[in-house]
């Protein structure tokens, strides 16, 4: 977007033209790219959707591609400011090779692939890199650089990271690179977009005698060579020439949200765009002012815990601070409340379904609707579960109750199960993790002491179920000595292949552990015994000729561990 000067004299209009393109006062953002208006795209650079949003993606994850993107919009070489953010995903085996900020006489061209970034070969330019790999004319496989006229081998200064900070790590890098007429400074932040009172790089420059004019076109330019990545850039903005400033530097906010505004004083014409990527802040003033005036925003009010964000005005960062919703309706985990769903055994193992007791666990009671093939619900209802670090899928949320399946990569031994309601976190419950948890599928008892279930089987042949119609009404008639019957259980173990917990499926993986039905005195090998769908097992049995009338102890044995012994199969 240009903002007009006021006219002037055919004859001076004249005398500016023969002399340059004229240069204004400008100001230009990106928020994301779902309006790439204004930006001429060479070589393999598209706008794509992405995870976050619609982005400008300058090369794809493959070999030998080299693209640019450069704003129509010039500005003066006397002076500009430049925020941008990028994320660099899907590397090869090592990542490569890297993107440039470009500043030149043109908005538009490609350098070459591999190690030139899309740059080598711009001239007269100056360059920004942001190199992931490391040739033989490069400080280290994970810098950043200021370069000149498509020379990617020379620079003017360069800033390195620690190990553990990689450009290509995947976070969302903030970048702000400032130019007053005479320094080109460069900042970069890790996963936030907070800026550093320090520069990265530096290098004393005349941008104007480099290009031999008074203005430039800013842009992006990325490749990769035998190794490759996707070089995304997620939000742009940038403004130029103008002294722009903030009247303070951060707001709070409580629970309830509000809203506030941030002074800003500039010259006149001098234009300043205001951005934030948070979704609970909404800007109440245009995204583009000039002048004196001030940024307006609100704050949404806040259901979960204390949070920050930032707004970005003319490069600036303003930091919005807000307090967490009130902790009364924290969730909270009973005293040995994961359990196996059915007989309440403590515990968890891989791939087994438990069951959570507390207080607050969801809003309100909601179950999942898988689909066969697809990706199991992580979230439902606002409620998740990891355990030892890892989301476990949820077919049922309600405030006293979540079901959760255990994932199939949990680690044996204590393991951590955090839950969170709302973005509000339960104290984290450690639960110790088992190969087996077996649990048969059963019911209680009415007004047995001590506890004891009743387990209701399936006829596989017509499909009844049978068991004890007194404690489960569904039941059409007991188990008949002779009877083959469908037991269903879950925490069995491994299966043969290794059985999913992240997707919906129907199959038939044999049981990957030797055990026995124990029932009554009988020690019973079933004849089959598999993982049927998520979590869920069936174990057929043929029920021996004699085995006695009445409740019938039942139990599974495996060499690690067996089901609970409070459990009955009603014989008649």
Do not use: K
Request: charged share 10%.
């Amino acid at each position: 977007m240009t903002f007009p000067h006021s006219s002037r004299c055919a004859l001076l209009a004249a005398v500016l033209a023969a002399a340059s393109t004229e240069v204004r006062a400008v100001a230009v953002e990106y928020p994301d790219f779902s309006a790439p208006t204004g930006l001429n795209l060479g070589g393999s650079a598209a706008i794509v959707t992405s995870a976050d949003g619609r982005v400008l993606r300058l090369t794809p994850a493959q070999g030998l591609t080299a693209g640019s993107a450069f704003s129509t919009t010039g500005v003066s070489v006397a002076g500009f400011s430049a925020f941008f953010q990028f994320r660099i995903t899907q590397t090869s085996y090592l990542p490569a090779d890297g993107l440039v900020f470009v500043i030149q006489s043109t908005p538009s061209g490609v350098g070459g692939t591999g190690g030139m970034e899309g740059y080598g070969g711009l001239s007269p330019s100056v360059g920004v890199e942001f190199d992931t790999i490391q040739n033989t004319w490069d400080p280290n496989d994970n810098h950043i650089g200021i370069l000149l006229n498509g020379d990617v081998t020379q620079y003017l200064g360069t800033g390195a990271f620690s190990p553990n900070t990689r450009l290509a790590d995947g976070d969302l890098w903030s970048v702000w690179i400032d130019y007053d007429g005479t320094t080109l400074e460069v900042r970069a932040a890790d996963g936030s977009n907070v800026r550093p009172s320090g520069a990265v790089t530096l290098a004393t420059i005349d941008i104007g005698q480099i290009l031999g004019q008074t203005n430039a076109y800013l842009g992006f330019s990325a490749g990769t060579g035998s190794f490759w990545e996707n070089h995304d850039i997620v939000t742009w903005q940038f403004n130029d020439g103008c002294a722009v400033s903030i009247g303070s530097a951060t707001a709070s906010f409580g629970a309830a949200g509000g809203s506030g505004s941030i002074p800003v004083t500039a010259a006149p014409g001098c234009s300043w765009p205001v951005l934030t990527t948070a979704p609970w802040i909404h800007l109440t003033t245009p995204a583009v002012a000039a002048g004196n005036g001030a940024a307006g925003y609100s704050v949404d009010a806040n259901t979960g815990g204390a949070r920050s964000a930032v707004v970005e005005v003319s490069g600036q960062s303003f930091v919005v601070n807000q307090a967490s919703a009130p902790v009364t309706n924290l969730p909270q985990i009973n005293a040995g409340g994961v359990t196996d769903p059915w007989t309440y055994i403590p515990g968890v193992s891989p791939g087994g379904w438990i069951s959570i007791f507390g207080s607050n666990l969801a809003n309100a009671a909601q179950s999942w609707s898988p689909a066969a093939g697809q990706p199991l619900p992580t979230s439902l209802g606002g409620v998740t579960v990891t355990v030892d670090g890892i989301a476990a899928p949820l077919a049922y949320v309600s405030p006293g109750l979540v079901n959760a399946l255990t994932p199939s990569a949990a680690p044996q031994g204590q393991v951590p199960i955090v839950l969170t309601n709302q973005g509000l976190t339960a104290s984290t419950y450690a639960a110790q993790s088992t190969p087996i948890l077996a649990a048969i599928y059963c019911n209680p008892v009415p007004g047995a002491s001590p506890v004891r279930y009743s387990v209701t089987a399936v006829d596989p042949v017509s499909g009844e179920l049978l068991g004890s119609s007194a404690v489960d009404p569904r039941v059409a008639r007991a188990v008949h000595p002779g009877d083959t019957i469908d037991l269903y259980a879950v925490g069995l173990g491994p299966t043969t292949p290794q059985f999913p917990t992240a997707t919906d499926f129907t199959a038939a993986d044999p049981v990957a552990s030797n055990f026995v039905v124990l029932l009554g005195v009988e020690a019973i090998t079933p004849s089959f015994a598999a993982l049927v769908a998520p979590g869920l097992y069936q174990i057929r049995i043929t029920v021996p000729a004699g085995m006695p009338v009445g409740d019938q102890p039942i139990v599974l044995d495996f060499s690690v561990g067996r089901s609970a012994s409070n459990v009955v199969l009603t014989i008649q």
